[in-house]
C-alpha cells in the first residue's frame, strides 16, 4: 500500500525487564507518494513555550552525552535536529523519534558505564506511546533496561548504536510539552453516534497527524463496535489547509464508492480535526476529484451535515434520592435540598437489603441485587418483575441508554460470566430473560463490576481473581446484533488505571474520564481517583477526600463537579475543592451511572 493510511505496521521491541513494553515501529511519513504543492500546509498550532536545547559540546562525558541526547528528543519538528547533533550519521539515519515514546519516573534515569565504550540506560516506566499515539499506563514496579555504542569524534563522544526501535524517552513534564492529548472519532455500528479515543500525537503538523491518526487501524479495543470503513489511503505527505478546509486526498485504489462509507469518513474526520486551529471543514478527494455525499454540501463542516452526532440521546430521568425503603424525586441541581422539598417517587417501598439500586434512562424502571448478591429484581413503576437470576456472586445491574440492563456474576455451573437483559421487552416474555454476552479475553477471571458507557458502545469492565484479588479495570467495546441487544465483547480489551491496587466501585464521568473507588498502594486507604481512557491516572481529585471514610458507590450527575459518593456515614457531592453532606440520603440513583 502506497501513501500513509492505515498501514499496519511492524513491532519494533526493545527489551524490558520485570514486565514487557512494546514500542510500535516506525511511524513516520511514507516517501513513495506523490506530493501535491500550492496550498498552505498544517496551519500553524498555539504551541507551548519551549527550552532552549543545548547541544553537545567538547569534553562532555559519556554519560553526559547520553543524557544529553535524551533531554535533546524532548522536542518536535525541526527542533529534533539539536538531538540529532549527538548521533554519528550511521545511528543519525535509523533513529525515528515517532517509533514509540517511553514515559519514565523523573529522577529514575540511571547511566551505567561498561566496557567498550558502551553504557546501560535504566528506567522507571510510567507508560508507552505508540506511533499512532495510543498511551498504555503500565504496571508498578515496570522498569527498561537498554545498552547504547558511544564513538569518541575528536573531542566530543556520540551515540553510534541505538537499539531498534529507540523513539524518546521522556519525564512527565516533558510528555506534557511535546505532544497534545486529542480525540479520534469511531462511528458506531449501530447508531449514528461517533464515539470519542484519546490519542497523545507531537504537537507539530498536528492536522496532519489527527489525519493519520484518524485513518490507521483501529484500536483493538473497538473490534466489532465501529463501522469498517476500509482501508483509506493518503495519497500526500501533508494535509493542506486553504481558507478554513482541509483537503484529504485519498489514492484512486483505496478511495470509498459507497456513499454511506463516505458519510462516515467524513463525521470521523469532521469531528477530529474540530480541535485543529485553523480548521473549519473537510473535504474528501481522490486524484483531485471531489468525493460527495449525496443530499450534503461541499465542504462538510459539522457532522450534523451528514447526520451524525457526538452526543448521546441522553437520560430524561432526575436522579433519585434514597432515604430508607423510600425514593424520592428530584432535580439535578437539587440533589442536596433538605428531604422536605423532594416528591415521593412512584415506586415501592424497597428494603435496604435490596441496594445498591439502578435508574433506567427513562426513569421508568430499577433494578437491584440483594446484599449477598444471590438475587436480581426488577420493578416497573410499583410493579415488580420477575427476574430469573443465572447465578450468583451477582454485580450491582446496570441499565444503558438503549435500554439494556448489565451485570456479571457466576453462573450455576461455576463458570464467571457477563448477562444482559432487554428491559425493554414485555415482562414475563422469553425476549425478557437474561441471556450471556461473550467475553473472549475474560480467561476464568471474575467479573466485580460492569458499567456501560453513556453512548452505550463500550463498557468498563473490573475483574478480579477468584478470591476477590488482583483487581483489574479494563474497557471493552460492545458488539451488538443488528436488533442494537449486545452480543459480545470485542475481542480486545484495554486496560485502565494499572496502578491500581483495589477497586470498590466505578463509574464513567465523561466521555474519556472515569472516577475510581479504590487505591494506588496495598496500605493506602480507599479514595476517589479519576482516570483517562488513554491517559494516566491521577492521584485523589482533592486532598479533602481524605476526610471521606467508608467509601461504597461512585456516580455522577454530570462531571467531575457533579461526582457524587455513597459512604458508611452519609451520601455526599463535590462541591469545587470539597464534598458537602447530601440530607437525609442513603444513596443517590442517577441514570446511566
Known sequence: MSGVG?????????????????????????????????????????????????GPTDGESKAEVVRGFLRAGAATGSDVDVAREYLTPQADRGWIPDSGTVVYEEGSLRI????GNRARLRIDVLATIDAEGRLVESLPLTYLRTEVQLVRDGERWRLQGLEKGFGRWLTPAETQRVFQRVSIHHAATNQDVLIPEERWLPDDRIVTRLVQAQLSVPTREFTGAIRDVGDPDLSIEAIPVEDGIASVDLTPASRPGDPDTRR????????????????????LTSDGAALDVPGTSLPVRTVGEVGFTTQATGATAAPLVRQGDRLYRTAASGIGDRASDRRLAPFPRIPLAWGPLSLSADGRDLAATTRDRTQLARWRGRTALEVSTPGTELTRPVFDIQGVLWFGGVARDGRPGLWAVNATAAPGSPGARAYRVKVPWLAGRRIAHVVPSALGQRVLVVTTRADGSDPQLVVSGVIRRPNGLPQALSPQARRLAARVTSVRDVSWVGPTQVAILGSLHPARAV??????????????????????????????????????VSTDSGTFQRAGGAWFEIDEADEVLVPLS
Open 264 to 283: 462516515v469518513i467524513y463525521a470521523e474526520l469532521v469531528a477530529t480535526l474540530q480541535s485543529a486551529p485553523g480548521v473549519d471543514g473537510v473535504r
Open 527 to 564: 479514595g476517589v481517583l479519576l482516570a483517562e481512557v488513554g491517559g494516566f491516572t491521577a492521584a485523589p481529585p482533592t486532598r479533602a477526600l481524605s476526610s471521606l471514610r467508608g467509601l461504597r458507590q461512585v456516580s455522577s450527575i454530570g462531571g467531575v463537579r457533579g461526582l457524587v
Open 6 to 54: 492505515r498501514v499496519r505496521r511492524a513491532v519494533l521491541g526493545v527489551v524490558v525487564a520485570a514486565a514487557v513494553a512494546v514500542l510500535p515501529g516506525c511511524g513516520g511519513l511514507a516517501t513513495s507518494s506523490p506530493v501535491r504543492q500550492g496550498l498552505p500546509v498544517d496551519p500553524p498550532a498555539e504551541r507551548q513555550p519551549r527550552a532552549v536545547l543545548a
Open 112 to 115: 551505567v558505564p561498561l566496557p
